[in-house]
């Protein structure tokens, strides 16, 4: 990596860390805050949710009919997630202690915390959980995915990635034979050194 590439690499975590800085901000503007990984609402905010929660028959009413046909293929994808997350949990189960490669907590990434809003009704609730469910599967099974490239293939691509992992930027360029057969062993023996969460 360049001192370039670096500095913009730096650069980056410097920003995802302001953005941590305002979401914070704007939580505090919105009444609640993260204790303990419980959520707390100021005195009130729950009340004033409970208000603004839709009724199931008005729900119901103001959604399309392009949602009551649609609704049966966006659950159909349930069959196919709930394999994904059982198979990507054998997988790492076992190759990742083959390679002495820390395992991915599962838990750091599908949450179900958005069925306490009071505001939802359960449909909506219902539906929040679902999609928490499906897109922890996806950020879980993609951290297995690039501990396994790290492992195995620490090269960049030709082409651009769009939205690469985390650990993509700290990849050895395409190309760069020398790198890769002098560092292989060092990504092996970093991924290694991770703390076991």
Same mark, same amino acid.
């Given at each position: 990596?360049?001192?370039?590439?670096?500095?913009?690499?730096?650069?980056?975590?410097?920003?995802?860390?302001?953005?941590?800085?305002?979401?914070?901000?704007?939580?505090?503007?919105?009444?609640?805050?993260?204790?303990?990984?419980?959520?707390?609402?100021?005195?009130?905010?729950?009340?004033?949710?409970?208000?603004?929660?839709?009724?199931?028959?008005?729900?119901?009413?103001?959604?399309?009919?392009?949602?009551?046909?649609?609704?049966?293929?966006?659950y159909s994808l349930i069959v196919p997630m709930v394999? =994904?997350?059982?198979?990507?949990?054998?997988?790492?189960?076992?190759? @990742?202690?083959? &390679?002495?490669?820390?395992?991915?907590? +599962? /838990?750091?990434?599908?949450?179900?915390?958005?069925?306490?809003?009071?505001?939802?009704?359960?449909?909506?609730?219902?539906?929040?959980?679902?999609?928490?469910?499906?897109?922890?599967?996806?950020?879980?099974?993609?951290?297995?995915?690039?501990?396994?490239?790290?492992?195995?293939?620490?090269?960049?691509?030709? =082409?651009?990635?769009?939205?690469?992992?985390?650990?993509?930027?700290? @990849?050895?360029? &395409?190309?760069?034979?020398?790198?890769? +057969? /002098?560092?292989?062993?060092?990504?092996?023996?970093?991924?290694?050194?991770?703390?076991?969460?």
């Open positions: 990596m360049t001192s370039r590439m670096q500095e913009l690499a730096d650069e980056i975590v410097r920003l995802h860390a302001e953005l941590d800085r305002e979401i914070e901000g704007r939580r505090k503007e919105l009444g609640w805050h993260v204790k303990q990984k419980f959520i707390e609402f100021e005195r009130g905010i729950t009340i004033e949710h409970r208000r603004l929660r839709k009724s199931i028959p008005r729900f119901l009413a103001q959604s399309p009919v392009a949602t009551y046909l649609s609704v049966p293929v966006i394999l =994904l997350d059982l198979w990507a949990g054998a997988y790492q189960a076992i190759c @990742f202690r083959v &390679y002495r490669i820390p395992r991915v907590k +599962r /838990a750091d990434y599908i949450t179900f915390d958005r069925r306490h809003l009071a505001y939802l009704n359960w449909i909506e609730a219902f539906n929040c959980l679902y999609c928490g469910y499906a897109n922890g599967v996806i950020g879980y099974v993609r951290e297995i995915g690039s501990r396994t490239e790290q492992y195995w293939c620490p090269i960049k691509s030709a =082409l651009r990635v769009p939205d690469p992992h985390r650990r993509y930027y700290e @990849f050895l360029e &395409y190309g760069d034979a020398d790198g890769y +057969r /002098a560092r292989l062993e060092k990504f092996r023996e970093q991924l290694r050194s991770e703390p076991q969460l």
